[in-house]
Each structure stands twice: as C-alpha cells, then as structure tokens.
C-alpha cells in the first residue's frame, strides 16, 4: 500500500509541476522549454583513428571486391593512420604514450552550415574527406 501512495504522490507531484509551468509560462508570454535554435558553421572536424581492427571472419569480402581475380577475405583488418605534423599551417600536438589523443590523422570538411532549432532536431550537411593520412 505504502509503495502505490508513493508512486502516486510522485505522479501528483510532476502533475502540479507541469500546471505551474504552464501557468507561468502563459503568465510571462514565454514558452516553457526555451531553446534558441544553434548554427554550426561550416567548418573541419579532426580526428583519430584508434588502431581498432574489423573482424571479417564471420562476414567475409567476396573474391573480386578489392580487383579482378582477388581471393575472399575473412581475417582481421586493422585501421591505423599517422599523426599529422600540421594542419592549416598550424602545428598540432605531438602523440606520446601519455596522450594517444593528439594522434590526428583525420580532417573531415564540413561544406555548408547546419541550423539546429531545438533538441533532437537534425540537419543534413554535406561532407568532404579533407585529409586521410
């Protein structure tokens, strides 16, 4: 009995919650949730790649895919890039054991700008690979 008096009193209370939001908001003039839409400018993103392998023995690349006369390829494939000196004329942070994450191999071109008006919202941006070292 105690946990439905509990699971109902926090029902009425998220209730009363909601009308109060309601009611300042139409009070104010002002919507509840807020949210100014966002512009991300067409740009670079950089990144890393993390040595981490694809395992192709379950789901093998058939003969032909990588040329005429190529075998099926079931074994591992392992993705490794070398860390850019520069980019832009900008140097970028030497790689240590310390911090794998300044290994930047990748630069991703954004084209055009992406306008986001609230949350969950999405936009379709075109992309260019910029730069895979």
């Known amino acids: 009995m105690k946990k439905k ?8 209370a998220l209730l009363f919650s909601l009308i109060v939001a309601r009611e300042f908001s139409q009070r104010r003039n002002v919507p509840v949730f807020d ?7 067409a740009g670079y993103d950089i990144f890393r790649t993390t040595g981490a392998g694809k395992d192709f023995s379950i789901l093998p690349i058939r003969g032909d895919f990588f040329g005429p006369g190529s075998s099926d390829f079931s074994g591992v494939m392992v993705f490794e890039g ?4 520069s980019f832009m004329g900008i140097p970028l942070p030497t790689p240590t ?6 290994q930047i191999d990748t630069v991703i071109r954004r084209l055009n700008d992406a306008t ?3 949350i969950g ?8 690979r910029y730069i895979l070292w």
């Open 5 to 12: 008096f509990v699971s109902f009193s926090i029902l009425l």
């Open 121 to 128: 919202s999405k936009a379709k941006v075109e992309v260019q």
């Open 35 to 41: 949210v100014n839409p966002i512009t991300i400018k």
């Open 97 to 102: 054991a310390t911090s794998p994450e300044n």
């Open 82 to 85: 070398d860390p850019l000196i």
């Open 116 to 118: 986001l008006d609230n």
